[in-house]
């Protein structure tokens, strides 16, 4: 019996299979693509129509005066002075963010009680490019943190059993890893603005490790939230971001000091 007819059937249809799923693999990279490239333009659009300027006011922009470099810095220090006054306001201890001289406070009614400088930051273009406008519009009130993942405890618990009397007493000998454990972590906004630091550390294996680990955790949590928007035919959400590196003792402090649902201020030259 001759088989031939029907294995090149069967070959033949292996082969539209495998063409069929390669055209589909091209037309949905080519699909998650494009909407991906949207993302951070409807961002943009967003953060323009809501604190894009007015007709009312494009003839104040037109002013030479109003587009001066020492002008608009003067705005911008008015504006960063009004988020911190509204801060602290609010009696709680608070965290604000100098991206021009590179330095972050703890401050408490607009006092200053910790400053750390950051090494190195990363940030979405509106923040160091973006138009004038916008940035003091963005920065003229605080973020307000609505959540935030870390690889540390926001309040570290040590459970003792109590002794029954003074014989019994045994003093702590557990080792204090909270000195050398890996520090990082993402504060998000209730805008959706996302503010990452991380330690500044990185030459131990276990540093390396749980910077990679917490990043690919984050980053798999941010692509599933992108394919359910991309499959139900929706530009998935662009998050605005900073991302500042400091010492892992001073990211400690920082973590641990701002309330739960503190605030942040932002300022840049």
């Known amino acids: 019996m001759n088989m031939e007819p029907e294995t090149e059937k069967k ?3 292996r082969i539209i299979a495998m063409i069929s799923v390669a055209l589909f693999l091209i ?6 693509s494009a909407m991906m490239m949207m993302s951070p333009v409807k961002k943009y659009a967003e953060i323009r129509n809501e604190f894009g300027i007015d007709s009312t006011e ?3 922009e037109d002013n030479p005066v109003f587009s001066d470099s020492t002008y608009l810095r003067l705005l911008k220090e008015k504006a960063f002075l009004q988020s911190r006054m509204i801060m602290a306001e609010t009696d709680s201890i608070y965290l604000t963010l100098n991206l021009g001289d590179s330095t972050a406070h703890l401050e408490i009614s607009g006092v200053s009680v910790h400053k750390v400088k950051f090494s190195e930051m990363e940030a979405s273009k509106i923040f160091i490019k973006g138009d004038e406008n916008l940035i003091l519009s963005l920065m003229s ?3 307000t943190i609505a959540n935030d993942w870390a ?5 570290p618990v040590m459970i003792k059993m109590a002794p029954k009397d003074t014989s019994e007493y045994k003093p702590d000998i557990m080792p204090d890893t909270s000195v050398t454990e890996p520090v990082n972590y993402i504060l998000e906004m209730t805008d959706g603005t996302r503010i990452y630091i ?13 910077r990679s680990q917490f990043d690919f955790q984050y980053r798999l949590r941010e692509a599933k ?11 998935p959400e662009y998050h605005l971001f900073i991302k500042i590196y400091l010492p892992r003792s001073d990211a400690k402090i920082i973590y641990r000091a701002i309330p ?4 942040v201020g932002l300022y840049r030259e």
């Open 11 to 13: 070959i033949s249809g």
């Open 27 to 32: 037309l949905f990279i080519i699909y998650y």
């Open 58 to 60: 494009k003839s104040r």
């Open 141 to 143: 009130k605080p973020f």
């Open 151 to 155: 690889t540390i405890k926001k309040e």
């Open 198 to 210: 991380c330690q500044q550390e990185n030459e131990k294996s276990d540093d390396r490790k749980s």
């Open 225 to 235: 939230s992108s394919m359910r928007s991309i499959f139900r035919f929706k530009v």
């Open 260 to 263: 739960k649902y503190g605030q």
